[in-house]
Every structure is written in C-alpha cells, then in structure tokens.
C-alpha cells in the first residue's frame, strides 16, 4: 500500500496581514472626530494633518474601512496643500492608504501607495528608521500577496537592516516585521525558518508591557500553523488554545471575530492530525457556525473551513462527504484566488485524492497534474506542496505498474522535502516508505532496503519509538533483508517489531 500525500494546510495561508502602521508621534492622544479637527487652532496645518491620520488608523482598528480612508485621503489632500513639510508624515499617510487597498484586496493599488512612500524616505535618505522598516515589510508582504516572492525577499532584507540601524528590534512593529518575513518563509516551504522568526515575535510580544489582544492571538496563531508543517502538533494546540482564548470576547472587533474564526479551525486541523477525531469535529463546527456570522459569503477563509471539513471526513472513510466538501473548497477558492491559486491547487488535490480512493484514476492522475504545474508556478519549484503533489503522481504511476516512472517522482519529491523540511520530518520518512515500495516492486532490493533505513530513521525521530508508520517499516524491511540473504539482520529486525507491537497492546489494555 502506498501513501497519498494530500495538502493538508490547517488554514487559508494568505489571512490577513501584519500591516505595519506607523505614525510620525505615537497615538497616545485622545483620538478626536472630524468635528473636533475642525476646531483646531490652526485646522489646516500640520497638527491637523496627524489628526486626520491618526483618526484613520482609529477607524480602521474598527474595520471601518471606508471612514479610514476618507480620514488618510483628508490627511494627504492637505497634506500636499501644504507642500508636505514633513515628509515622515507624508510617507505615513501613503502608508497607511497601502494599508487600506490591502484591506480591500486591491494588492497592485497597495503596491503604488507603499512604493511612492519607501521613494519619498529613500529620497529624503529616511531609509535607516523604524518608519522605513514598516514601509518596506508591507511592501514586501503586498508582493507576497500577489504571489512574487522573490521580489518580496530583498524588501524583507531592507525592511530589518533599518530597523537595525535604529536599534529598534524590540517593539511590536519589529515583531510583526518578523511575523511577516515568517510568513515568506512558511509560503514557501521553510517551515524551520517560519518557526524560528514567529518564535521571536512571539516572545518579543510576550516582553512587553502591554500588547493588544488581535496582535497576541495573531501571532501566537502563526506560531501554531508553522510548528503544524514540524511536527510540533501539542505546543501547537496549547498555542492555539491560548489564541482562542484572548479573541474569545463577544464584543471584539470584526476583525477579532475573523482570526477567531480561523483559530477555531486550526484547532480542528490540529485535532485531526493528532487522530482526535470527535474534537476534530466539535472545533470544525464551532468554526462553521462562528464563520455564518462572522465571514461575507466571498470570504477566503470559507476555503480553508470547507477543506478541514472534508479531511475530517476522508478520516472517517466517507468519501461522499468528503468529495461535497472538497468541492465547495475548490468553488470559494475558485471565486476568491482565482484557478492560478496555490489554494484553489490544493482543493484539487484533495479531490484527485477522493477520486484515486473511488477508482477513478485517470481522472485522478488530471487533477493532480493540474495541482502540480498550479504549484510550480505559483510556489516554486522547491516548495514541499510540490513534492506532495510528485509523491501523488508518483502513486497513480505505481499503481499504473510504471514502478521506474514511480521511483523517479519519488526521488524528486524526496530531494525537495530533504532541502526544505529537513532529513527528520514525518513528511520526508512517509517519501521514503514510498520509494522503498517502488524499489521493491521493481525488484531493486538493495536500493528498497537503504530506503527504508533512511524512513525507519525518520520516523524514530519525527513519529517516536512506537509508532504504527515505524512497525510497517520494520516489517518490510525485514522482508527486504530476507531478500538480500541477511537472515540475522531480519530477525533482529522482526525482533524489535514484535516488541513495538506488544509495548503498544499493553498500552491500549491500560487505557481501556
């Protein structure tokens, strides 16, 4: 039997972002309405100018996203009248206009106004300040957004030596910078790397003195989904638990209500991946019922609830509720990303996987090939969802008999996880399995064997000593020594497997 690998993401990845918001003075002040501005001695002058932009960022804590506009476009109109005589301020308003076009989905009308504000500081040589460090992580996380990572990079890069250079790496804007860059890492494949940066940003939060209850939750969040692509399933639910709990207030923002949503369906995600299938079910409806009061019908977070939905459902081997829900995934992402999407890829192989279990493998083999050359453009070629979607080609041809084409997809698939995921990971020993399987139907016992020597190692680590996915490869790897006349080896081998088995059934008799 081989393993299908299915994409499995625990939620939609591109939520909402870590938009930095930076004004010229902190926004210590009273926040004051529009009426009140006017009122100001001089209000068409400077002071205004910041009113206007700190009203804005206020209305926008609240989600309501068209009275921050209309506050920030006050901001600059009078800004420009006034010949911007500071352009800190200035850059901040463009800014947070960015910010707000990113709210709206509107990725390339962010990309003009973060660009025209990073032009201005680097034209005023403002490039070494926390201001610069904010501007340049929101335009990179816009290039994320649209899918160009490798232009989003360098910015990242820029967005830290500023903050360096200002010797600012300890407050909350730093810690979302790191959250952002993290969130480059993990959407493409280097979970190591996303879980070392949201680690940092969760304990520089956790140093200061008071830190608003979305930023926690959200980066605590991020934490969790990082540490679920490392096998770090309990820290993950204790992280996510804790989550929950600072968004739970029913009378928090809209967008509070949001990330609660997909914490929730985490939790689910997690849930299902640890074999706790009843908790599985009660997070997902949970997530399901705060989402029909929470999300628009357009809301890409409905993918990702519609997906969790049908893995629980494959679990319990009901592939008729698994395919609906599959499809209502692979239809809210359609509507939302569009059918270049690595969301609307991964719906696509969740179906191709119902498919190959109903026998239909031509119409298997399409789709998964449709996901992989999805993935490839859009993640990258290193990407471990691409070694996914090798490892599900690589099965169609193995049960197709083509055991050479099996074991060359195999070994493409077990190259990206080596560079991306570690020698270590349960993703990277579940590859070899599978290509221990392959080398063995095609007869090649010596490669079959050495195989299953690097899973074996893998799932000691990543799965523990008494694992089921161990035992299967103890015990075909004893029938592989047998073939290379390594009778002793085979023994030891039956030896050690027969132990794991008896541990666990003692195990099971305790807890029953």
Not at 30 to 58: H, K, P, Y
Not at 62 to 70: L, N, T
Not at 80 to 100: C, D, F, H, M, Y
Not at 379 to 385: A, D, F, R, S, V
Request: aromatic share 8%; charged share 25%; hydrophobic share 45%.
């Amino acid at each position: 039997m081989l393993w299908y690998s299915r994409f499995g993401f625990l939620a939609i990845a591109f939520i909402c972002p870590a938009i930095l918001l930076r004004a010229a003075t902190p926004p210590s002040r009273e926040i004051l309405s529009a009426g009140t501005i006017s009122t100001l001695q001089d209000s068409s002058g400077t002071e205004a100018v910041a009113r206007w932009n700190e009203l804005g960022r206020f209305r926008q804590s609240h989600s309501d996203i068209d009275e921050a506009e209309e506050a920030f476009r006050r901001a600059l109109e009078l800004d420009q009248r006034l010949g911007a005589p500071s352009k800190i301020e200035t850059a901040v308003v463009l800014n947070n206009l960015g910010s707000i076009a990113v709210a709206r989905r509107d990725y390339a009308g962010a990309e003009k106004w973060f660009r025209q504000s990073y032009g201005l500081l680097s034209e005023r040589h403002l490039l070494e300040t926390p201001t610069a460090g904010s501007v340049l992580s929101n335009l990179a996380l816009d290039l994320q957004q649209q899918g160009r990572y490798a232009e989003a990079k360098p910015f990242y890069e820029r967005a830290f030596a500023a903050f360096r250079a200002a010797r600012q790496e300890t407050g909350l804007e730093f810690a979302k910078l790191l959250l952002n860059a993290g969130e480059l890492s993990f959407e493409t494949g280097d979970f190591r790397d996303a879980v070392e940066k949201h680690r940092r940003a969760v304990a520089i939060e956790n140093a200061l003195p008071s830190i608003p209850a979305y930023d926690h939750a959200y980066a605590l969040n991020r934490l969790a989904l990082a540490l679920g692509r490392t096998d770090g399933l309990e820290e993950a639910r204790a992280l996510l638990q804790k989550a929950n709990d600072l968004v739970a207030d029913r009378a928090a923002s809209a967008q509070s209500a949001k990330l609660r949503v997909e914490i929730v369906n985490n939790l689910s995600g997690v849930e299902r991946r640890s074999g706790h299938l009843a908790g599985a079910h009660e997070h997902a409806q949970e997530a399901l019922q705060l989402a029909s009061h929470e999300l628009a019908p357009d809301d890409a977070l409905w993918a990702g609830l519609w997906n969790n939905l049908g893995m629980i459902a494959l679990a319990e081997n009901n592939l008729r509720a698994a395919k609906d829900y599959y499809e209502k995934s692979a239809a809210a992402a359609l509507e939302v990303s569009g059918g270049g999407s690595a969301r609307y890829a991964a719906a696509l192989s969740n179906l191709a996987t119902i498919e190959a279990r109903q026998g239909h493998r031509g119409r298997a083999q399409s789709l998964w090939s449709t996901a992989l050359a999805i993935d490839e453009a859009h993640l990258g070629p290193e990407h471990p969802q691409v070694a996914s979607d090798l490892s599900n080609l690589a099965a169609e041809a193995f049960y197709a008999r083509k055991y050479h084409d099996a074991i060359g997809l195999y070994q493409r698939a077990a190259a990206i996880q080596e560079r991306s995921l570690g020698e270590q990971n349960r993703q990277m020993a579940a590859t070899w399995r599978n290509l221990a399987i392959a080398y063995y139907s095609a007869k090649q016992y010596r490669d079959a064997q050495a195989a299953y020597a690097r899973a074996i190692h893998a799932f000691e680590i990543s799965a523990g000593a008494g694992s089921l996915d161990l035992l299967d490869c103890l015990k075909r790897n004893a029938d592989v020594l047998r073939k290379l006349d390594r009778f002793a080896e085979a023994e030891q081998t039956e030896v050690r497997a027969t132990r794991i088995e008896v541990e666990n059934a003692i195990r099971a008799g305790k807890q029953s």
